[in-house]
Protein backbone atom coordinates (compact mmCIF):
# COMPACT_ATOMS: atom_id res chain seq x y z
CA UNK A 1 0.00 0.00 0.00
CA UNK A 2 2.80 2.06 -1.00
CA UNK A 3 2.23 5.91 -1.85
CA UNK A 4 4.46 7.56 -4.29
CA UNK A 5 5.63 11.58 -4.68
CA UNK A 6 6.56 11.77 -8.25
CA UNK A 7 9.40 15.04 -8.05
CA UNK A 8 9.74 14.38 -4.59
CA UNK A 9 12.82 16.94 -3.74
CA UNK A 10 10.65 19.50 -5.20
CA UNK A 11 9.25 22.41 -3.46
CA UNK A 12 5.42 20.87 -3.20
CA UNK A 13 6.67 17.33 -2.67
CA UNK A 14 8.38 17.82 -0.18
CA UNK A 15 5.37 19.99 1.16
CA UNK A 16 3.56 16.61 0.71
CA UNK A 17 5.64 14.54 2.31
CA UNK A 18 5.62 16.21 5.29
CA UNK A 19 1.15 16.40 5.58
CA UNK A 20 1.46 12.98 4.31
CA UNK A 21 3.99 11.57 7.53
CA UNK A 22 1.10 14.07 9.84
CA UNK A 23 -1.46 11.38 8.42
CA UNK A 24 0.58 8.51 9.62
CA UNK A 25 1.49 7.35 5.68
CA UNK A 26 5.32 7.39 5.23
CA UNK A 27 5.51 8.37 1.25
CA UNK A 28 8.46 6.72 -1.47
CA UNK A 29 10.29 9.86 -3.04
CA UNK A 30 10.91 9.33 -6.62
CA UNK A 31 12.44 11.47 -9.43
CA UNK A 32 15.91 11.86 -10.87
CA UNK A 33 18.37 13.07 -8.38
CA UNK A 34 19.34 10.24 -6.15
CA UNK A 35 21.26 12.47 -3.87
CA UNK A 36 18.47 15.41 -3.42
CA UNK A 37 15.85 12.28 -2.70
CA UNK A 38 18.05 10.48 0.02
CA UNK A 39 18.10 13.84 1.80
CA UNK A 40 14.25 14.34 1.52
CA UNK A 41 13.89 10.93 2.58
CA UNK A 42 16.16 11.65 5.88
CA UNK A 43 14.43 14.39 6.35
CA UNK A 44 10.90 12.86 6.16
CA UNK A 45 12.20 10.00 8.36
CA UNK A 46 10.40 6.55 9.03
CA UNK A 47 12.20 4.95 7.10
CA UNK A 48 10.79 6.36 3.80
CA UNK A 49 12.45 4.85 0.96
CA UNK A 50 13.35 6.11 -3.05
CA UNK A 51 13.05 5.28 -6.90
CA UNK A 52 15.20 6.82 -9.47
CA UNK A 53 13.19 7.55 -12.26
CA UNK A 54 15.13 10.16 -14.94
CA UNK A 55 12.39 10.45 -16.99
CA UNK A 56 8.88 10.18 -17.87
CA UNK A 57 9.13 6.56 -19.15
CA UNK A 58 10.96 5.47 -16.50
CA UNK A 59 8.63 6.34 -13.93
CA UNK A 60 6.02 4.94 -15.71
CA UNK A 61 8.03 1.63 -15.92
CA UNK A 62 8.29 1.66 -12.45
CA UNK A 63 4.68 2.38 -11.79
CA UNK A 64 3.62 -0.38 -14.13
CA UNK A 65 6.81 -3.05 -12.25
CA UNK A 66 5.66 -2.20 -8.76
CA UNK A 67 2.45 -1.40 -8.46
CA UNK A 68 1.99 1.20 -6.06
CA UNK A 69 -1.21 1.80 -4.08
CA UNK A 70 -1.40 5.72 -5.02
CA UNK A 71 0.70 7.96 -6.72
CA UNK A 72 0.73 12.13 -6.98
CA UNK A 73 2.66 13.73 -9.85
CA UNK A 74 4.37 17.22 -9.12
CA UNK A 75 6.31 16.95 -11.79
CA UNK A 76 5.22 19.54 -14.56
CA UNK A 77 4.75 20.64 -17.02
CA UNK A 78 1.98 18.30 -16.60
CA UNK A 79 0.77 18.54 -20.74
CA UNK A 80 3.50 16.39 -21.13
CA UNK A 81 3.38 14.20 -17.69
CA UNK A 82 -0.08 13.38 -16.78
CA UNK A 83 -1.66 11.64 -19.08
CA UNK A 84 1.21 9.12 -19.59
CA UNK A 85 1.42 8.93 -15.68
CA UNK A 86 -2.03 8.36 -15.10
CA UNK A 87 -2.06 5.71 -17.75
CA UNK A 88 0.68 3.87 -16.52
CA UNK A 89 -1.26 4.18 -12.61
CA UNK A 90 -4.63 2.74 -14.18
CA UNK A 91 -2.68 0.20 -15.82
CA UNK A 92 -1.13 -1.19 -12.83
CA UNK A 93 -4.04 -0.80 -10.65
CA UNK A 94 -2.79 2.45 -8.52
CA UNK A 95 -5.13 5.64 -8.07
CA UNK A 96 -3.56 8.59 -9.24
CA UNK A 97 -3.33 12.50 -8.40
CA UNK A 98 -1.88 15.68 -9.43
CA UNK A 99 -0.92 19.53 -9.29
CA UNK A 100 -2.38 20.57 -12.73
CA UNK A 101 -3.68 23.72 -12.71
CA UNK A 102 -3.55 24.33 -16.73
CA UNK A 103 -6.92 24.32 -19.04
CA UNK A 104 -5.20 21.55 -21.20
CA UNK A 105 -3.91 19.38 -18.45
CA UNK A 106 -6.89 19.06 -16.96
CA UNK A 107 -9.33 18.84 -19.44
CA UNK A 108 -6.92 15.96 -20.32
CA UNK A 109 -6.96 13.76 -17.30
CA UNK A 110 -10.93 14.14 -16.99
CA UNK A 111 -10.92 12.78 -20.53
CA UNK A 112 -9.71 9.48 -18.79
CA UNK A 113 -13.13 9.15 -16.71
CA UNK A 114 -14.40 6.03 -18.89
CA UNK A 115 -10.41 4.41 -18.33
CA UNK A 116 -10.54 5.20 -15.20
CA UNK A 117 -14.04 3.59 -14.33
CA UNK A 118 -13.10 0.11 -16.65
CA UNK A 119 -10.21 0.10 -14.24
CA UNK A 120 -11.89 0.54 -10.96
CA UNK A 121 -9.50 3.52 -9.66
CA UNK A 122 -9.95 6.99 -9.05
CA UNK A 123 -7.99 10.19 -10.80
CA UNK A 124 -7.64 12.89 -9.34
CA UNK A 125 -6.72 16.41 -11.25
CA UNK A 126 -5.78 19.57 -9.68
CA UNK A 127 -5.23 18.79 -6.27
CA UNK A 128 -3.14 22.27 -5.63
CA UNK A 129 -4.25 25.37 -3.65
CA UNK A 130 -5.99 27.15 -6.91
CA UNK A 131 -8.59 24.53 -8.34
CA UNK A 132 -9.35 23.34 -4.92
CA UNK A 133 -9.73 26.71 -3.04
CA UNK A 134 -12.51 28.02 -5.48
CA UNK A 135 -14.14 24.76 -6.42
CA UNK A 136 -14.76 23.81 -2.89
CA UNK A 137 -17.13 26.77 -2.39
CA UNK A 138 -18.75 26.62 -5.64
CA UNK A 139 -19.43 22.84 -4.88
CA UNK A 140 -20.89 24.51 -1.32
CA UNK A 141 -23.04 27.50 -2.42
CA UNK A 142 -24.39 24.92 -5.34
CA UNK A 143 -25.14 22.06 -2.72
CA UNK A 144 -28.89 21.20 -3.64
CA UNK A 145 -29.62 24.20 -5.96
CA UNK A 146 -30.44 24.12 -9.70
CA UNK A 147 -27.85 25.03 -12.39
CA UNK A 148 -26.92 28.31 -11.86
CA UNK A 149 -26.64 30.98 -15.10
CA UNK A 150 -23.06 32.33 -14.24
CA UNK A 151 -20.21 31.47 -11.74
CA UNK A 152 -17.17 34.04 -11.31
CA UNK A 153 -14.25 32.34 -9.11
CA UNK A 154 -11.13 34.11 -8.12
CA UNK A 155 -7.51 32.78 -6.30
CA UNK A 156 -5.88 34.82 -4.01
CA UNK A 157 -3.14 32.75 -2.43
CA UNK A 158 -0.29 34.13 -0.06
CA UNK A 159 2.92 32.22 -1.08
CA UNK A 160 6.07 32.51 0.97
CA UNK A 161 8.78 31.84 -1.63
CA UNK A 162 12.54 29.82 -0.92
CA UNK A 163 14.94 31.51 -2.45
CA UNK A 164 16.31 29.73 -5.81
CA UNK A 165 15.70 30.33 -9.66
CA UNK A 166 12.60 29.84 -11.35
CA UNK A 167 13.83 26.47 -13.02
CA UNK A 168 12.81 25.27 -16.87
CA UNK A 169 9.79 22.93 -15.64
CA UNK A 170 8.03 25.97 -13.71
CA UNK A 171 9.20 28.36 -16.69
CA UNK A 172 7.82 25.85 -19.63
CA UNK A 173 4.56 25.85 -17.71
CA UNK A 174 4.28 29.49 -17.11
CA UNK A 175 4.67 30.42 -20.77
CA UNK A 176 3.04 27.42 -22.58
CA UNK A 177 -0.45 29.49 -23.17
CA UNK A 178 -3.10 26.83 -23.81
CA UNK A 179 -2.07 24.36 -26.92
CA UNK A 180 -4.36 22.90 -28.62
CA UNK A 181 -7.40 24.30 -26.53
CA UNK A 182 -10.70 25.21 -28.08
CA UNK A 183 -12.27 28.57 -28.21
CA UNK A 184 -9.63 30.93 -29.08
CA UNK A 185 -6.02 30.70 -29.94
CA UNK A 186 -2.96 29.52 -27.40
CA UNK A 187 -1.87 32.80 -25.94
CA UNK A 188 -5.76 34.42 -25.39
CA UNK A 189 -7.67 34.52 -22.31
CA UNK A 190 -10.62 32.06 -21.85
CA UNK A 191 -14.33 32.01 -20.28
CA UNK A 192 -17.13 30.00 -21.00
CA UNK A 193 -19.96 31.23 -22.26
CA UNK A 194 -23.02 29.38 -23.81
CA UNK A 195 -21.48 26.48 -21.86
CA UNK A 196 -18.38 26.37 -24.19
CA UNK A 197 -14.45 27.55 -23.86
CA UNK A 198 -14.51 31.16 -25.54
CA UNK A 199 -11.84 33.99 -26.47
CA UNK A 200 -11.41 36.45 -23.15
CA UNK A 201 -9.20 39.22 -22.79
CA UNK A 202 -5.71 37.54 -21.17
CA UNK A 203 -5.53 39.76 -17.87
CA UNK A 204 -9.14 41.23 -19.00
CA UNK A 205 -12.05 41.63 -16.09
CA UNK A 206 -10.09 43.58 -13.61
CA UNK A 207 -12.12 43.43 -10.20
CA UNK A 208 -11.38 45.07 -6.91
CA UNK A 209 -12.68 42.77 -4.32
CA UNK A 210 -12.89 43.12 -0.33
CA UNK A 211 -11.10 40.25 1.27
CA UNK A 212 -13.06 39.39 4.83
CA UNK A 213 -10.21 40.99 6.94
CA UNK A 214 -10.74 44.11 5.25
CA UNK A 215 -7.80 44.45 3.20
CA UNK A 216 -8.13 44.85 -0.39
CA UNK A 217 -6.54 43.26 -3.80
CA UNK A 218 -7.12 43.16 -7.43
CA UNK A 219 -7.64 40.23 -9.58
CA UNK A 220 -7.75 39.51 -13.14
CA UNK A 221 -9.33 36.93 -15.81
CA UNK A 222 -6.46 34.46 -15.75
CA UNK A 223 -7.60 30.89 -18.40
CA UNK A 224 -6.22 28.31 -15.14
CA UNK A 225 -8.02 25.08 -13.72
CA UNK A 226 -10.06 26.33 -11.90
CA UNK A 227 -12.22 27.66 -14.79
CA UNK A 228 -12.84 24.32 -15.75
CA UNK A 229 -13.12 23.04 -12.50
CA UNK A 230 -15.46 25.75 -11.43
CA UNK A 231 -18.01 24.86 -14.81
CA UNK A 232 -17.96 21.83 -13.85
CA UNK A 233 -19.12 21.70 -10.25
CA UNK A 234 -21.75 24.26 -11.00
CA UNK A 235 -22.79 22.98 -14.15
CA UNK A 236 -23.55 27.01 -14.82
CA UNK A 237 -22.98 27.89 -18.60
CA UNK A 238 -21.22 31.25 -18.18
CA UNK A 239 -17.76 31.00 -15.83
CA UNK A 240 -15.15 33.32 -15.50
CA UNK A 241 -12.01 32.65 -13.24
CA UNK A 242 -9.41 34.93 -11.70
CA UNK A 243 -5.98 35.38 -9.94
CA UNK A 244 -4.63 38.29 -8.14
CA UNK A 245 -1.04 36.54 -8.99
CA UNK A 246 -0.79 38.48 -12.28
CA UNK A 247 -3.06 41.75 -11.58
CA UNK A 248 0.39 43.67 -11.64
CA UNK A 249 1.02 42.87 -15.27
CA UNK A 250 -2.23 43.10 -16.28
CA UNK A 251 -1.19 45.89 -18.51
CA UNK A 252 1.90 44.42 -20.22
CA UNK A 253 -0.08 41.23 -20.55
CA UNK A 254 -2.02 41.44 -24.20
CA UNK A 255 1.29 42.73 -25.63
CA UNK A 256 3.50 39.99 -23.94
CA UNK A 257 0.91 37.87 -25.34
CA UNK A 258 1.10 38.78 -28.26
CA UNK A 259 4.94 38.32 -28.38
CA UNK A 260 4.62 34.78 -27.24
CA UNK A 261 2.96 33.86 -30.18
CA UNK A 262 6.07 33.42 -31.58
CA UNK A 263 7.94 30.28 -31.23
CA UNK A 264 11.55 31.73 -31.20
CA UNK A 265 10.18 34.51 -28.63
CA UNK A 266 8.37 32.00 -26.40
CA UNK A 267 11.90 29.90 -26.42
CA UNK A 268 14.11 32.64 -25.74
CA UNK A 269 11.77 33.87 -22.47
CA UNK A 270 11.54 30.14 -21.08
CA UNK A 271 15.17 30.24 -20.81
CA UNK A 272 15.63 33.75 -19.63
CA UNK A 273 12.78 33.00 -16.85
CA UNK A 274 13.91 29.81 -16.00
CA UNK A 275 17.23 31.55 -14.81
CA UNK A 276 15.63 34.41 -12.45
CA UNK A 277 16.60 34.12 -9.50
CA UNK A 278 14.31 35.54 -6.57
CA UNK A 279 14.90 36.46 -3.18
CA UNK A 280 12.80 34.51 -0.16
CA UNK A 281 9.80 36.25 0.66
CA UNK A 282 7.58 35.99 3.52
CA UNK A 283 4.16 35.46 2.12
CA UNK A 284 2.65 38.77 1.87
CA UNK A 285 -0.81 38.67 3.50
CA UNK A 286 -1.73 36.60 6.53
CA UNK A 287 -4.47 34.25 4.45
CA UNK A 288 -4.86 32.82 1.46
CA UNK A 289 -8.53 33.06 -0.14
CA UNK A 290 -10.98 31.38 -2.76
CA UNK A 291 -14.01 32.86 -3.77
CA UNK A 292 -17.03 32.29 -5.79
CA UNK A 293 -19.96 34.30 -7.09
CA UNK A 294 -22.74 32.68 -8.00
CA UNK A 295 -25.94 33.75 -10.05
CA UNK A 296 -28.67 32.01 -10.94
CA UNK A 297 -31.80 32.67 -13.16
CA UNK A 298 -34.14 34.18 -11.09
CA UNK A 299 -31.60 36.72 -10.03
CA UNK A 300 -30.61 35.09 -6.42
CA UNK A 301 -26.89 36.02 -5.91
CA UNK A 302 -24.47 34.12 -3.53
CA UNK A 303 -20.88 34.25 -2.55
CA UNK A 304 -18.63 32.61 0.07
CA UNK A 305 -15.01 32.34 0.45
CA UNK A 306 -12.71 29.68 2.02
CA UNK A 307 -9.87 30.88 4.15
CA UNK A 308 -6.43 29.29 4.26
CA UNK A 309 -3.06 29.51 5.66
CA UNK A 310 0.20 29.79 3.24
CA UNK A 311 -0.67 28.78 -0.30
CA UNK A 312 2.22 26.49 -1.04
CA UNK A 313 1.67 24.79 2.59
CA UNK A 314 -1.91 24.37 1.48
CA UNK A 315 -0.89 22.69 -2.02
CA UNK A 316 0.96 20.13 0.32
CA UNK A 317 -2.26 19.36 2.73
CA UNK A 318 -5.00 18.79 -0.72
CA UNK A 319 -3.02 15.68 -2.34
CA UNK A 320 -1.72 14.41 0.85
CA UNK A 321 -5.79 14.20 2.42
CA UNK A 322 -6.84 12.71 -1.41
CA UNK A 323 -4.18 10.10 -0.95
CA UNK A 324 -5.21 9.51 3.02
CA UNK A 325 -8.91 9.00 1.71
CA UNK A 326 -8.08 7.07 -1.49
CA UNK A 327 -5.72 4.71 0.80
CA UNK A 328 -8.93 4.49 3.35
CA UNK A 329 -11.32 3.23 0.35
CA UNK A 330 -13.25 6.72 0.19
CA UNK A 331 -12.78 7.65 -3.51
CA UNK A 332 -14.81 6.48 -6.27
CA UNK A 333 -13.92 4.93 -10.10
CA UNK A 334 -13.44 7.60 -12.20
CA UNK A 335 -11.64 10.89 -13.07
CA UNK A 336 -12.42 13.99 -10.82
CA UNK A 337 -11.53 17.37 -9.39
CA UNK A 338 -10.83 17.74 -5.47
CA UNK A 339 -13.64 18.96 -4.75
CA UNK A 340 -15.91 17.00 -6.86
CA UNK A 341 -15.10 13.51 -5.62
CA UNK A 342 -14.83 14.54 -2.01
CA UNK A 343 -17.17 17.26 -1.53
CA UNK A 344 -16.75 20.59 0.73
CA UNK A 345 -15.19 18.86 3.27
CA UNK A 346 -11.88 18.27 1.71
CA UNK A 347 -11.10 21.47 1.88
CA UNK A 348 -11.77 21.59 5.81
CA UNK A 349 -9.70 18.79 6.62
CA UNK A 350 -6.88 20.64 4.62
CA UNK A 351 -7.39 23.48 7.09
CA UNK A 352 -9.52 25.65 5.27
CA UNK A 353 -12.26 27.50 6.95
CA UNK A 354 -15.48 28.82 4.82
CA UNK A 355 -17.35 32.09 5.20
CA UNK A 356 -21.02 30.94 3.72
CA UNK A 357 -24.39 32.86 3.80
CA UNK A 358 -26.88 31.07 5.96
CA UNK A 359 -27.91 27.74 4.46
CA UNK A 360 -25.10 27.24 2.18
CA UNK A 361 -24.36 23.00 1.85
CA UNK A 362 -21.19 21.51 3.31
N1 LIG B 1 -2.14 23.48 -8.73
C1 LIG B 1 -1.48 24.30 -7.93
O1 LIG B 1 -2.09 25.06 -7.19
C2 LIG B 1 0.01 24.24 -7.91
C3 LIG B 1 0.70 24.75 -6.82
C4 LIG B 1 2.10 24.64 -6.79
C5 LIG B 1 2.75 24.07 -7.88
N2 LIG B 1 2.04 23.62 -8.95
C6 LIG B 1 2.71 23.02 -10.11
O2 LIG B 1 3.36 21.85 -9.65
C7 LIG B 1 4.59 21.67 -10.35
C8 LIG B 1 5.72 21.52 -9.33
O3 LIG B 1 5.86 22.74 -8.63
P1 LIG B 1 7.06 22.92 -7.60
O4 LIG B 1 6.93 24.32 -7.07
O5 LIG B 1 7.06 21.77 -6.65
O6 LIG B 1 8.31 22.85 -8.59
P2 LIG B 1 9.83 22.44 -8.24
O7 LIG B 1 10.20 22.86 -6.85
O8 LIG B 1 10.63 22.97 -9.39
O9 LIG B 1 9.83 20.84 -8.27
C9 LIG B 1 9.71 20.11 -9.46
C10 LIG B 1 10.02 18.66 -9.19
O10 LIG B 1 9.85 17.95 -10.42
C11 LIG B 1 11.10 17.32 -10.75
N3 LIG B 1 11.26 17.33 -12.20
C12 LIG B 1 11.15 18.42 -13.01
N4 LIG B 1 11.32 18.04 -14.29
C13 LIG B 1 11.56 16.71 -14.28
C14 LIG B 1 11.81 15.75 -15.29
N5 LIG B 1 11.86 16.10 -16.57
N6 LIG B 1 12.00 14.47 -14.92
C15 LIG B 1 11.96 14.10 -13.61
N7 LIG B 1 11.72 14.98 -12.61
C16 LIG B 1 11.53 16.26 -12.94
C17 LIG B 1 12.17 18.14 -10.04
O11 LIG B 1 13.32 17.33 -9.88
P3 LIG B 1 14.80 17.95 -9.63
O12 LIG B 1 14.86 18.27 -8.15
O13 LIG B 1 15.71 16.86 -10.01
O14 LIG B 1 14.90 19.18 -10.49
C18 LIG B 1 11.45 18.45 -8.74
O15 LIG B 1 11.47 17.32 -7.87
C19 LIG B 1 4.75 22.90 -11.28
O16 LIG B 1 4.39 22.53 -12.58
C20 LIG B 1 3.80 23.91 -10.69
O17 LIG B 1 3.29 24.75 -11.70
C21 LIG B 1 0.68 23.68 -8.98
Redesign the pocket.
Same mark, same amino acid.
Given at each position: METWIL? @? +?????RAIAAELVARGVTPVLA???AA?LARVAEAVGGGARTVLA @? +??EAMAGEIRRQRPAVVIN?????GATAVPIARACLSAGAHYAD???DVASLSAVLALDDAATAAGRTVVT?A????TATESVVVALCAGRPAPAEVRVHMIPSLAMEAGTV?E??AA?MLDGLPGVEGGRRFQGRRFRGGRLAPARLGGDATRLTLPDGTGVRTVGVPL?ELVAAQRASGAPDVTASSSELAPLRHVLPAASALLEVAALRRFAVRRLARVRFAARPRPRAHSWGYARVRWADGTVRDGWLRVGEA?GY?GAVPAEVARRLLAGEGRPGAYTPAALFGPSLAESCGGEYLLPAGAGR
Open positions: G @G +TGRSGGRDG @G +TVTVGPFLANGGFGVGALTGQT
